[in-house]
Antibody, heavy 119, light 112 residues
Framework: QLQLQESGPGLVKASETLSLTCTVS??????????WGWIRQPPGKGLEWIGN???????YYNPSLKSRVTISVDTSNNQFSLKLNSVTAADTAVYYC???????????WGQGTLVAVSS | QSALTQPASVSGSPGQSIIISCTGS?????????VSWYQETPGKAPKLIVY???ARPSGVSSRFSGSKSGSTASLTISGLQAEDEADYYC????????????FGGGTKLTVL
């Protein structure tokens, strides 16, 4: 069974960079049918897609966040990471990592991690 | 990037059926067939319950069904049960060459 687990600081200062890592277990991040994504959910609000990465390094980003987001992959450690720079209070959210299948959508999710931005 | 439009809330009594709509445009739902639906309960990650408009992952109850007409997708839950009370989100691609995803704003289902 594929499992994903987010890790990283739960508190980030405004204007700094949010950094999270997702560790994949029970399967290979180099699976040809899998993309790996980040989704976030501000408190009391809906889901927002941040971006995806393929094991080859190809990335797709939400246009509204593209200027601040970098997603990278580390196939040797079966991990992928998110960096979001110049954060503000509006970036406070639960951040999820997930596997994305082209047809099925996001079929495996991490438990999510709350990241708060402090002033 | 505007969210797909869902009703903020729907409700129904046990045993009844409800429909949650998800309205997009010709640049997302209307263009691409890969609509997915997710169920989110408090404190848990979203769970995929419908994909490719109307397919169900293994283990998901047949009481959940999906459909699409034009730029609007729908999720039907039949035989409502108390455990169905949750938030539901739709999603669609917005491009044929990338995996850009757009989510709906979410619908809170209350089982009366």
């Amino acid at each position: 069974q594929l499992q994903l687990q987010e890790s990283g600081p739960g508190l980030v200062k405004a204007s700094e960079t949010l950094s999270l890592t997702c560790t994949v277990s029970g399967g290979s991040i180099s699976s040809v049918s899998s993309y790996w994504g980040w989704i976030r959910q501000p408190p009391g609000k809906g889901l927002e897609w941040i971006g995806n990465i393929y094991y080859s390094g190809s990335t797709y980003y939400n246009p509204s966040l593209k200027s601040r987001v970098t997603i990278s992959v580390d196939t040797s450690n079966n991990q992928f990471s998110l960096k979001l720079n110049s954060v503000t209070a509006a970036d406070t959210a639960v951040y999820y990592c997930a596997r994305q299948d082209m047809v099925r959508g996001f079929d495996y999710w991490g438990q999510g991690t709350l990241v708060a931005v402090s002033s | 990037q505007s969210a797909l439009t869902q009703p903020a809330s729907v409700s129904g009594s046990p045993g009844q059926s409800i429909i949650i709509s998800c309205t997009g445009s010709s640049s997302d739902i209307g263009a691409y067939g890969y609509v997915s639906w997710y169920q989110e309960t408090p404190g848990k990650a979203p769970k995929l319950i419908v994909y490719d408009v109307s397919a169900r992952p293994s283990g998901v109850s047949s009481r959940f069904s999906g459909s699409k007409s034009g730029s609007t997708a729908s999720l039907t839950i039949s035989g409502l049960q108390a455990e169905d009370e949750a938030d539901y989100y739709c999603s669609s691609y917005t491009s044929s060459t990338t995996l850009d995803v757009r989510f709906g704003g979410g619908t809170k289902l209350t089982v009366l």
